[in-house]
């Protein structure tokens, strides 16, 4: 079997999955794709499925119904060749901490046929190590043995790049150094990238999609900058004086409205504000600022699930 890939097709494409166990059922007719050159987000409450899911995406775990084709191959019935698109992290990066980060790597290289000195190099320079990757890793902060892994998942050329809870205790400028290479990635090498993350604010900054899953269902997938926007509008903040005034000419006009403070809230395109702004001044109502009230994506995702604590 020949699969064709072209720049278009997703490199990942989940098809109505579902996995149960025994009589309960995880993931329930999962299905979202992922596009190439992307940094996905995959979120969801405790226990949601997202961690089930990326086990069956790496074949860790069966599937119930349903498949996974990676590079254009299903897992179920051509692993071999889906699973060579593929670099993970699944958990915590494992190495032989007695030995150097170079010497981790020699290793792990022989595990993949084709695998040369200039490759090996070239992953070194991709995650920014070149300065330490002949120490051993035992005296590697847990944000540097992060990266040997992401190089360790890049050895043999992957075009996806599968990180579950990348994050974890990382400190703030760990997190800020995963991101940043992350990005490179898509950027420079048109990887896809899918993160599983309990971080809702890292993910807002790091990711351009996202996909939102609850008790095995999808909730939603989006783009993060469509976050908070419907239409191409936004929620907009007038900071004003003479709020009876504004309310009275939002009546007038069949607006609707919010009210926080001296502020109240539109949900308006660019073209809107402007003109209620110039609304505002001309029937002498102070306009004293204006800013985009869109809500984060934390804000969304716990209107999306509810209260739940996130894993």
């Excluded at 089930?52 to 074949?59: A, C, K, L, N």
């Excluded at 395109?269 to 869109?294: L, S």
Aim: glycine share 8%; hydrophobic share 40%.
């Amino acid at each position: 079997m020949t699969a064709t890939i072209d720049a278009i097709t997703p490199i990942v494409k989940i098809d109505q999955i579902t996995k149960r166990i025994g009589s309960k059922t995880i993931i329930d007719k999962l299905s979202f794709e992922v596009p190439r050159g992307e940094v996905f987000g995959f979120l969801g409450p405790n226990g949601a499925g997202k961690t089930t899911t990326i086990r069956m995406m790496v074949g860790l775990m069966s599937i119930t119904e349903g498949d996974i084709r990676i590079g254009g191959y299903s897992i179920r019935t051509h692993f071999e060749q889906a699973i060579r698109h593929v670099g993970a992290i699944v958990e915590n990066p494992e190495m032989y901490k007695f030995l150097s980060g170079y010497h981790n790597l020699v290793h792990y290289a022989r595990m993949f046929p084709g695998v040369e000195e200039d490759r090996i190099q070239e992953v070194i320079d991709l995650v920014g190590m070149e300065n330490r990757i002949h120490d051993k890793v035992k005296t590697y902060s847990l944000g540097m043995r992060q990266r040997l892994g992401i190089a360790q998942a890049l050895l043999h050329k992957p075009s996806v790049l599968i990180l579950d809870e990348p994050t974890n205790g990382l400190d703030p400028a760990g997190i800020r150094e995963l991101r940043d290479h992350l990005r490179k990635l898509t950027r420079e090498d048109g990887i896809s990238v899918i993160v599983s993350s309990h971080l809702l604010a890292e993910m807002e900054l790091m990711c351009d999609r996202v996909a939102i899953i609850q008790n095995g269902k999808l909730v939603d997938v989006r783009l993060i900058k469509e976050f908070g926007q419907a239409d191409g509008k936004q929620q907009v903040a007038f900071e004003v004086t003479s709020m009876d005034r504004v309310l009275t000419l939002a009546a007038e006009h069949g607006a609707q409205v919010n009210v926080s403070g001296d502020e109240i809230i539109m949900n308006l395109d660019k073209q809107e504000t402007a003109a209620w702004n110039k609304r505002f001044v001309e029937a002498g109502i102070a306009v004293y600022g204006i800013r985009a009230a869109t809500k984060s994506l934390e804000d969304q995702f716990l209107e999306m699930t509810g209260s739940d604590p996130i894993a």
